[in-house]
Nanobody
Framework: QVQPVESGGGLVQTGGSLRLSCVAS????????MGWFRQAPGKAREFVAA????????YYTDSVKGRFTISRDNAKNTVYLQMNSLKPEDTAVYYC??????????????????WGQGTRVTVSS
């Protein structure tokens, strides 16, 4: 069963940094666009960042532009999210998955219906 495995979350102060990692379990992600999503308490999961399968094109939601960087290492089947200048509103559980365009945003790829457990990021003020 294919499932992403996220790691790297934790507790950090406002202005701090974290680097999240996502590894595919059971299948390679190397030929798919990849993305990060987050879900804050009491809110729906939202798109954060996406990266083309070769890694040359990136997309970010407006609230993280200039602070977050998505990257990938296809040889390691791993996707990263470098998060700098963290704010309390970044507090959420972060998930990764293969993605496809859906309207003006990105959605989980239908070939990867199983989401991982996510990794929790807490930013204290």
């Amino acid at each position: 069963q294919v499932q992403p495995v996220e790691s790297g979350g934790g507790l950090v102060q406002t202005g701090g940094s974290l680097r999240l990692s996502c590894v595919a379990s059971g299948r390679t992600f190397s030929s798919y666009a990849m993305g990060w999503f987050r879900q804050a308490p009491g809110k729906a999961r939202e798109f954060v960042a996406a990266l083309s399968w070769r890694g040359g094109i990136t997309y970010y939601t407006d609230s993280v532009k200039g602070r977050f960087t998505i990257s990938r290492d296809n040889a390691k089947n791993t996707v990263y999210l470098q998060m700098n200048s963290l704010k309390p509103e970044d507090t959420a559980v972060y998930y990764c998955n293969a993605v496809v365009r859906c309207g003006s945003s990105w959605c989980g790829h239908h070939e990867f219906p199983n989401w991982g457990q996510g990794t929790r990021v807490t930013v204290s003020s």
